[in-house]
């Protein structure tokens, strides 16, 4: 089995900032990238950020230069540095991570559960 856990969302000020943490277990052979989406009731789920095992990154428009994706190979976690926080960001944030299982045929997408992140005054 594999499951993709992530942490660290909450209340925050415009401006201010959190750190999203993500990490994948379990009969992990293989992980291609990690990669952060965001949905708001009502609206499809977007892209934020993704990271490749050989550290390449890509952001949305909407939070370049605000946002920093990072890993940590050795532990399977994917982080998300979210400065300058905008109304705007409120959102649940999930993770995926694009795995090869060990024994498995395919690379399979797994996702975490969510975390509710909300910027309000």
């Known amino acids: 089995q594999v499951q993709v856990v992530e942490s660290g969302g909450g209340l925050v000020q415009p401006g201010g900032s959190l750190r999203l943490s993500c990490a994948a277990s379990g009969s992990i052979f293989s992980i291609n990238d990690m990669d952060w989406y965001r949905q708001v009731p009502g609206k499809q789920r977007d892209l934020v950020a993704i990271i490749t095992s050989s550290g390449v990154t890509n952001y949305a428009d909407s939070v370049k230069g605000r946002f920093t994706i990072s890993g940590d190979n050795a532990k399977n976690t994917v982080y998300l540095q979210m400065d300058s926080l905008k109304p705007e960001d409120t959102a649940v944030y999930y993770c995926?991570?694009?795995?090869?299982?060990?024994?498995?045929?395919?690379?399979?997408?797994?996702w975490g559960q969510g975390t509710q992140v909300t910027v309000s005054s």
């Open positions: 995926k991570a694009r795995i090869w299982k060990i024994g498995g045929s395919s690379w399979t997408d797994y």
